[in-house]
């Protein structure tokens, strides 16, 4: 389903030639920024599912119309969900690249476009009634509406159906429901290393839960409050991504099977899925939500290392010379990009959590929108005070994915220090 449409921009006429390829989900999203006067131009095709009644059931498009056949495009875009695409760049007969499509393109450099495509298609089906479902039991769960939760973890197969009417059911409703929610995103752990992280800190949690169960206790206790929240808005950032991994595809599905290599490409190529106006908000929600937990995490962390919730890495210490104890942390330092610093010199969650993710000037660049876009190269410049930090739009993108596997982190271990951890009552 392949097909091209000329955009004419409705502020000041200019017209981009936009080649669409469409892959195995209904819905193509697109957006860009006009190269003459650079509005946002955003929009959607719906393909029919019965070709019969032709490739186009719905298309949509802000800030632009069709043209006229017969206009002069001044450039060219490709639209293609599952691939990288070059990025807005001027029609010329003479570039052999303008007539193949991005799936081509990739196939004559690799075998990988079959592997991504069919991953795209099972998400595509599969996911938005999967979603619901695990929302729904989420939400018994946190009303305590066991009557209902067991009749829905039953009816969707996470627990199994006591065969004689006197058995009663002996669920650890804490585990089932971290099952129902990770197994939700698994899709992202194509990628082996994630996936053995995420067990390996599980195992690590209840070793270290019974190698030192005061100081876990006493962790618990000193964040009761946090303890109480994480996990809501750690499920609110999973929330998030159900939202927008689809605008990410192409980076996930490079992460996935590889090699392209963002940092090779990033010049030459980007996504036209979204745009940064679409992911900046997200990245905003990420930043505040993840920092506030790190708290967490950094006792987690001590305990591991110097089986003391309160003595931190020596020479990070060094430069926050008032902080004693992990209470002080979470009250003191309520700069996120200063939190994070503890996790730079050592970091018993690496891959999961990339430092590099949580970014000081990022946050209050899109925070006081004082950041510009070069719609064309999809080049980012955020400023905040003196200081400058350019990324492109991939690179940004990458950013908010890398930042679900934190999330996944993070949500481990705020459901383990709230159910398997007790509370102090003494
Ligand atoms: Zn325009």
């Not at 697109?30 to 955003?42: D, K, L, M, V, Y």
């Not at 605008?247 to 996935?256: E, F, M, N, V």
């Not at 003595?311 to 200063?338: A, C, M, R, V, Y």
């Amino acid at each position: 389903m392949n097909t091209s449409t000329k955009l004419q921009c409705e502020v000041c006429n200019n017209v981009v030639l936009l080649k669409v390829y469409g892959g195995y989900v209904h819905e193509n999203r697109f957006a860009f920024n006009c190269p003459e006067c650079n509005i946002t131009i955003s929009g959607y095709w719906i393909w029919n599912e019965d070709v019969s009644q032709g490739f186009v059931k719905e298309f949509k498009c802000n800030n632009a119309n069709r043209a006229d056949e017969t206009s002069e495009p001044s450039h060219i875009l490709q639209l293609a969900t599952e691939f990288f695409t070059f990025k807005i760049k001027p029609y010329s007969l003479s570039d052999p690249t303008i007539f193949l499509s991005p799936y081509i393109l990739e196939q004559m450099s690799s075998r990988r476009s079959q592997e991504k495509s069919s991953l795209v298609r099972m998400i595509a089906e599969g996911f938005d009634e999967e979603y619901k479902v695990a929302m729904r039991i989420w939400e018994l769960f946190q009303n305590k509406n066991f009557k209902y939760l067991d009749r829905q973890l039953i009816s969707n197969h996470f627990v199994e159906k006591p065969r004689l009417a006197v058995e009663t059911l002996n669920i650890d409703y804490p585990k089932v429901i971290q099952l129902v929610i990770i197994n939700l995103f698994s899709f992202i752990f194509n990628k082996q290393i994630y996936l053995d992280k995420l067990q390996e800190l599980r195992k690590m949690l209840q070793t270290l839960f019974k190698k030192n169960p005061q100081e876990m206790i006493a962790l618990r206790n000193d964040l009761s409050e946090l303890v109480t929240y994480a996990d809501r808005s750690v499920v609110q950032l999973l929330k998030n991504f159900a939202q927008y991994f689809r605008l990410l595809w192409p980076i996930i599905l490079s992460d996935l099977f590889g090699p392209d290599d963002i940092q090779k490409i990033k010049e030459k190529q980007g996504i036209l899925t979204t745009n940064f106006d679409m992911l900046k908000n997200y990245y905003v929600e990420a930043y505040e939500a993840l920092g506030s937990v790190l708290p967490l995490l950094l006792g987690i962390q001590n305990i591991k290392i110097r089986a003391d919730r309160n003595k931190f890495e020596p020479s990070i210490l060094h430069e926050f010379n008032k902080l004693q104890t992990i209470k002080d942390f979470e009250k003191q330092i309520q700069n996120k990009g200063n939190r994070i610093k503890f996790f730079v010199k050592e970091n018993i969650f690496s891959p999961l959590l990339e430092p590099t993710i949580l970014d000081n000037i990022i946050r209050n660049s899109i925070g006081h929108h004082s950041y510009d876009y070069k719609a064309d190269q999809q080049l980012i410049r955020f400023k905040d005070k003196n200081r400058n930090h350019d990324l492109f739009l991939i690179e940004f993108g990458n950013l908010l994915y890398k930042s679900v596997f934190a999330t996944l982190a993070a949500f481990e271990i705020s459901m383990f220090l709230k159910y398997e951890v007790p509370e102090d009552n003494s």
